[in-house]
T-cell receptor, first 114, second 113 residues
Framework: DTEVTQTPKHLVMGMTNKKSLKCEQH?????MYWYKQKAKKPPELMFV???????INESVPSRFSPECPNSSLLNLHLHALQPEDSALYLC?????????????FGSGTQLSVL | AQKVTQAQTEISVVEKEDVTLDCVYE???????LFWYKQPPSGELVFLIR??????QNEISGRYSWNFQKSTSSFNFTITASQVVDSAVYFC??????????FGQGTRLTINP
């Protein structure tokens, strides 16, 4: 199994809603990532978990809250989002925390905030 | 500062044509890694190649080839005999360490039948 699975594929939420994005991998990878991608732009790193510990937070607003319950699962909890947070949210994983490794990406959650 | 420039925003060619996507990078590091990823309409980024700074050998994988030239800080990607399935956005990226990738702005490639 060489897949990173993200759910849901699409999500529409109001600014007062609370929702969660889910990401799962069963490749035994020990690093997992959240990226945000606006239309026609490259992905931007948000968070990195290494061995289930948050290792990188790229100054992301607190309305985004990541969680790594175990080595296979990564969540992104959303609360009080703004319309400008509408984007494609991509999850990725890599075998270790060394960096310089290829990333395995999921197909993303397309989020629309109304 | 580390930077990746993909000057070609969009390229459109007819099927079976060869096409080259340009990538120029900036870094002060002597050890670094460069990547190419493909993003089809389905959304996921698909890894194509990784190259470290000490390996300047060109690489060929089927219809894909990569030309790495440290002298010009370029890592260009050529698709030979393009096919409609090659239509996607292609990103060149530089690993700046600590699990952080610097992506170029991407090149949207359209292969017309």
């Amino acid at each position: 199994d060489t897949e990173v699975t993200q759910t849901p594929k699409h999500l529409v939420m109001g600014m007062t809603n609370k929702k969660s994005l889910k990401c799962e991998q069963h490749m035994g990878h020990r690093a997992m990532y959240w990226y945000k991608q606006k239309a026609k732009k490259p992905p931007e790193l948000m968070f990195v978990y290494s061995y289930e510990k948050l290792s990188i937070n790229e100054s992301v607003p607190s309305r985004f809250s990541p969680e790594c319950p175990n080595s296979s699962l990564l969540n992104l909890h959303l609360h009080a989002l703004q319309p400008e947070d509408s984007a494609l949210y991509l999850c990725a994983s890599s075998p270790t925390d060394r960096g310089n490794e290829k990333l395995f990406f999921g197909s993303g959650t397309q989020l629309s905030v109304l | 500062a580390q930077k990746v420039t993909q000057a070609q925003t969009e390229i459109s060619v007819v099927e079976k044509e060869d096409v080259t996507l340009d990538c120029v990078y900036e870094t002060r590091d002597t050890t670094y890694y460069l990547f190419w990823y493909k993003q089809p309409p389905s959304g996921e980024l698909v890894f194509l190649i990784r190259r470290n700074s000490f390996d300047e050998q060109n690489e060929i994988s089927g219809r894909y080839s990569w030309n790495f030239q440290k002298s010009t800080s370029s890592f260009n990607f050529t698709i030979t005999a393009s096919q409609v399935v090659d239509s996607a956005v292609y990103f060149c990226a530089l690993d700046q360490g600590a699990q952080k990738l610097v992506f170029g702005q991407g090149t949207r490639l359209t292969i017309n039948p």
